[in-house]
């Protein structure tokens, strides 16, 4: 099976400006989680969706919006661009729904420098 | 207190012996518990998933689970240079999210 993949892998934005970020989860995963990575505060959780809907949400501005389709395919967007917003974005999926279902499988990431 | 703790490291280890990393964790629900390994640069990759108490081998990787104490813990036998990585724990809480502990850099000494 193809892994998870995300795009673009690397983009530079001005503050102010807003970002979209798109992952594709592995083949008949359903749950697509978000991760904001950075070095002072590690892996925090963003948000999770599941069959086109938000279950789960961490504690984050609400600048920090998501969305899943019908494909499971997850876009994150970031409204308003602050620097202490660059960060390395990942997005991770499972497959949801069995015992194993909070495995999750990172994709490459997404590293956005805001300048 | 933090919702999954680890020692941040370095912990080195010379290469052939075994690495212990270990975990804690506050949440007494939790009931999965993970352990990703993190190579410079790149995203985490699952190693193991541990579930019920007591030991769980995978080749050189055992984990180790100990719901009672809230700890889970990770041995890595016969240390190799390749192993050098940070190690993430895992954790799903009581509101079904996964926490993840700021991780545990761990260096093979040649």
């Known amino acids: 099976k193809a892994g998870v993949t995300q795009t673009p892998r690397y983009l530079i934005k001005t503050r102010g400006q807003q970002v979209t970020l798109s992952c594709s989860p592995i083949s008949g995963h359903r749950s697509v989680s978000w991760y904001q990575q950075t070095p002072g505060q590690g892996l925090q959780f963003l948000f999770e969706?599941?069959?086109?809907?938000?279950?789960n949400k961490g504690n984050f501005p609400g600048r920090f919006s998501g969305r899943q389709f019908s494909n499971s395919r997850s876009e994150m967007n970031v409204s308003t661009l602050e620097l202490g917003d660059s960060a390395l974005y990942l997005c991770a999926s499972s497959s949801a729904g069995t015992l194993y279902s909070y495995e999750q499988y990172f994709g490459p990431g997404t590293r956005l420098t805001v300048t | 207190q933090k919702e999954v703790e680890q020692n941040s490291g370095p912990l080195s280890v010379p290469e052939g012996a075994i690495a212990s990393l270990n975990c804690t964790y506050s949440?007494?629900?939790?009931?999965?518990f993970f352990w990703y390994r993190q190579y410079s640069g790149k995203s985490p990759e699952l190693i193991m998933s541990?579930?019920?108490?007591g030991d769980k081998e995978d080749g050189r990787f055992t984990a180790q689970l100990n719901k009672a104490s809230q700890y889970v813990s990770l041995l890595i036998r016969d240390s190799q240079p390749s192993d050098s990585a940070t190690y993430l724990c895992?954790?799903?809480?009581?509101?079904?999210?996964?926490?993840f502990g700021k991780g545990t850099r761990l260096h093979i000494l040649p």
């Open positions: 949440d007494r629900v939790s009931q999965s």
């Open positions: 969706y599941f069959s086109e809907t938000q279950r």
């Open positions: 895992a954790v799903n809480n009581r509101d079904d999210k996964i926490i």
């Open positions: 541990i579930y019920s108490n």
